[in-house]
């Protein structure tokens, strides 16, 4: 895929941070309660807007999202401990993940298949990497050990890659219809010439 004309870039980049608010921070009411869109957002940022600024100001909007949370909405600070610098890591995989496979996106149905592909491992691994981090170094856990260590992976892992998929599934659908509908439009234009 073609680097996208800046005006495009910024405009998606504003969306996939208001939708990054929008889903991370839950104070808005249930009405709003979306599932949190982070992990799919790093992937897609990767994919459509690869600048490695991008990515240093969505590490950046997660981590103020989370200390909003946390110091004026009541949110529980369980999770911030010396693990939660793994999400840099862990985010890091999605990202470049996406952008790796960037240049080999197409508004074709196996080229879409290849970047959910790429999405689900780079999802699975971002996983395996804050939450093996949480509960190797997270102090939460007195006497980890590896048996309790992947049955919680395995409880809360299908959950979070779900999440993620369904979200970066809806996106690339949108982005092949959004190709289809523009190769029409350009068919038809083409006839009435």
């Known amino acids: 895929m073609n680097t996208l004309p800046r005006p495009v870039n910024l ?58 949370a946390i110091e004026h909405a009541g949110v529980s600070d369980f999770c911030v401990t010396p693990a939660y610098s793994f999400l840099l890591p862990a985010y890091g995989v999605l ?55 992947v049955a919680r992976a395995w409880q809360w892992g299908p959950l979070f890659v779900r999440t993620t998929m369904v979200y970066i599934a809806v996106a690339l659908a949108v982005h092949a219809l959004a190709a289809w509908a523009m190769r029409a439009r350009a068919a038809q234009h083409a006839s009435h010439r």
């Open 11 to 68: 405009g998606l980049f504003a969306a996939f941070a208001a939708l990054m608010v929008a889903a991370r921070f839950h104070h808005f009411g249930d009405v709003l309660h979306l599932p949190d869109a982070s992990m799919a957002l790093f992937f897609l940022g990767g994919l459509y807007l690869r600048k490695h600024w991008q990515f240093a100001v969505f590490i950046g909007l997660a981590v103020a999202i989370d200390w909003v």
């Open 95 to 149: 990202w470049y993940g996406g952008r790796l496979y960037a240049d080999r996106l197409h508004a074709r149905w196996g080229s879409m298949l290849g970047a959910a592909g790429v999405g689900l491992v780079a999802a699975s691994v971002s996983f395996a990497i804050s939450n093996g981090a949480f509960y190797w170094f997270g102090g939460r856990y007195e006497n980890p050990h590896f048996v309790e260590y």
